[in-house]
Structures are given as structure tokens and as C-alpha cells.
């Protein structure tokens, strides 16, 4: 199985901050990688494929990039709307794994 | 409106078992793989099992193998996951979710989850 290394687990930033969080893949997956955003009691909900595509009627504040083993989600500007769990997810190969999971809140 | 609307969750004693469903609305359910994606409490999410579309073929975690049946029914628009052998530490919430296409990518529509916790 491929393993999905995320970090930090943990960050605190403020209103206008840009946020980045890094996955790391334990073999070459190509550029086949989601991110995703949970808030507290709901279900997830997809904000980038493909490493940097972003789903439509998305905020362009969320940014994704990378490939092979190395990736980076960022948020360019954090709103308080934005207070969440993010997982990374890779695709390459079945089981899908996601990574930790990268808890954001606000300092 | 793309919806995904679980059942069957529940309290089960470790060994026993139980049939979550999912009935799906608002796409063309027979063409998208669908998966059921799990969240123990205060973890992360866990892929279990994925069926991929148009009649195609079904996948396991190997936590879930031999354990879990996957089944879909295009004519209702159904997904089912069938847990036989229950153990303490599948209690979680269980979410059904559909992918963005025929293949097993990723989850681009997820069901509000239904819990399922497994103890005695």
C-alpha cells in the first residue's frame, strides 16, 4: 500500500495568514492526488484533484501543486470559514490511503 | 441535486453483522464507481471498499477483506456494504461516497455517514 505522510498535524494561523501543508507520497504516484476539507461533525468535501485542479465554484484562495512523491496544499489568504481538518488522498493505486490529516484552526 | 442517503447503521455485538445501504439520486448512477470511505471517532479517513462503473469490478481494504461484501444494483440505485464479522474496531462512521468518474479516483459527492458501532 502506498503511505501518505502529511504535516504538519497541526496548525494555528490567523485571519489572512497563507497556510501550507505538505504530503508526502512513499512512491512515485504521478500527479494522481485529492485534497480535501472536513469540518467538525460534517462529511468531507473535495476542494482539489489531480494535484492542482481546483473543483469548480471553489475560492481561488485554495491552491494545490506538486508530483511524483511531493505535494503542497495552500490556502493563499485563511478565512475564518476555513477552520478545518485537510487530508490529502492518492488515487495511483488501490487501497486509496489518505494522508493524517493537517487540523487548522485559528490562533 | 447529486444526493447519497445511507442507512443501517447501528449498535452490533463484535461477531455479528450488518447491511449498510445507500440509495443515490441527482446522476447517472450505473456509470461512476462508488466507494465506502470510514472515520473512527477522533481519527482519519479510511477507504474500505470501492465498486467501480459500469458493471465493473469491486475492491477491498485489507483490513475489510473476506469480512465485507460490496454490491451495487443499478436499477435502484443502490450501493450496500455487507459487514460480516464484526470487530471493535470497525466502529466508525461510515460514509457512502461517489467518485468523479467509471474508475476508483477519488470522492467527489459524500453521504451525511451512518454510525456503526461495534461492542458488547
Known amino acids: 500500500d502506498i503511505q501518505m505522510t502529511q504535516s504538519p498535524s497541526s496548525l494555528s494561523a490567523s485571519v489572512g495568514d497563507r497556510v501550507t501543508i505538505t504530503c508526502q507520497a512513499s512512491?512515485?504516484?504521478?500527479?494522481?492526488l485529492n485534497w480535501y476539507q472536513q469540518k467538525p461533525g460534517k462529511a468531507p468535501k473535495l476542494l482539489i484533484y489531480d494535484a492542482s485542479t481546483l473543483e469548480a465554484g471553489l475560492p481561488l484562495r485554495f491552491s494545490g501543486s506538486g508530483f511524483g512523491t511531493g505535494f503542497t496544499f495552500t490556502i493563499s489568504s485563511l478565512q475564518p470559514e476555513d477552520i478545518a481538518t485537510y487530508y490529502c488522498?492518492?488515487?495511483?493505486?488501490?487501497?486509496?490511503?489518505f494522508g493524517g490529516g493537517t487540523k487548522v484552526d485559528m490562533k | 441535486d447529486v444526493q447519497l442517503l445511507e442507512s443501517g447503521g447501528g449498535l452490533v455485538q463484535p461477531g455479528g453483522s450488518l447491511r449498510l445501504s445507500c440509495t443515490a439520486s441527482?446522476?447517472?448512477?450505473?456509470?461512476?464507481?462508488m466507494s465506502w470511505v470510514r472515520q473512527a471517532p477522533g481519527k482519519g479517513l479510511e477507504w474500505v471498499s470501492g465498486f467501480s462503473g459500469s458493471g465493473g469490478t469491486t475492491y477491498y481494504a485489507e483490513s475489510v477483506k473476506g469480512r465485507f461484501t460490496i454490491s451495487r444494483d443499478n436499477s435502484k440505485n443502490t450501493l450496500d456494504l455487507q459487514m460480516n464479522s464484526l470487530r471493535v474496531e470497525d466502529t466508525a462512521v461510515y460514509y457512502c461516497?461517489?467518485?468523479?468518474?467509471?474508475?476508483?479516483?477519488?470522492?467527489?459527492?459524500w453521504g451525511q455517514g451512518t454510525t456503526v458501532t461495534v461492542s458488547s
Open positions: 488522498q492518492q488515487y495511483d493505486s488501490v487501497p486509496l490511503t
Open positions: 441527482g446522476f447517472t448512477f450505473s456509470y461512476y464507481a
Open positions: 512512491q512515485d504516484i504521478h500527479n494522481y
Open positions: 461516497t461517489k467518485d468523479r468518474g467509471r474508475h476508483i479516483y477519488g470522492m467527489d459527492v
